[in-house]
């Protein structure tokens, strides 16, 4: 009789000591719905339906939002003497970030993508201000004039 009772012990211990399948609840994922009106909205939705409303078009959110980083491009930007046309190490401002050239007068700096752009150098004493129109065109090459004191 004991051993007969012994499958049925097991069972009523697994089944006290394992979580329910169906009281488990699904993972929730954010993603950013659009509706047809073109309103951009935080959903959460099953990992299983997350797929199928990516596949429609949806996208996950960042961090819980829907707000869309800007777009930011690359600008290559060489420094060179206007007399000598000599690489110059110079500190470069374009919109929102600064970085210093390389010996050979070169940097990139990563800016939020817009048709113009001021740009700030600044090198040996001397500084120079511009206003370029990308047009496309993402190398820049600047003649630092020394005739410009800072």
Excluded: W
């Excluded at 169906?22 to 990992?47: N, Q, T």
Aim: aromatic fraction near 4%.
């Amino acid at each position: 009789m004991r051993l007969k009772m012994l499958p049925f012990i097991v069972a009523v211990l697994a089944a006290l000591l394992t979580p329910s399948i169906a009281s488990a609840k699904p993972a929730k994922v954010d993603l950013c719905h659009v509706d047809d009106e073109g309103v951009v909205r935080l959903i959460s939705v099953s990992e299983r339906a997350a797929e199928q409303r990516i596949a429609k078009g949806d996208r996950l959110a960042v961090d819980g939002s829907c707000e869309v980083a800007p777009e930011r491009i690359a600008i290559a930007v060489t420094v060179l003497d206007v007399v000598t046309r000599e690489p110059v190490i110079a500190t470069v401002t374009i919109a929102d970030q600064t970085a210093v050239t390389t010996s050979a007068g070169e940097t990139v700096l990563r800016v939020v993508e817009a048709d113009t752009y001021d740009i700030v150098i600044t090198a040996n004493g001397y500084q120079t201000f511009d206003t370029f129109l990308t047009n496309g065109t993402f190398q820049v090459t600047v003649l630092l004039e020394p005739a410009i004191a800072n």
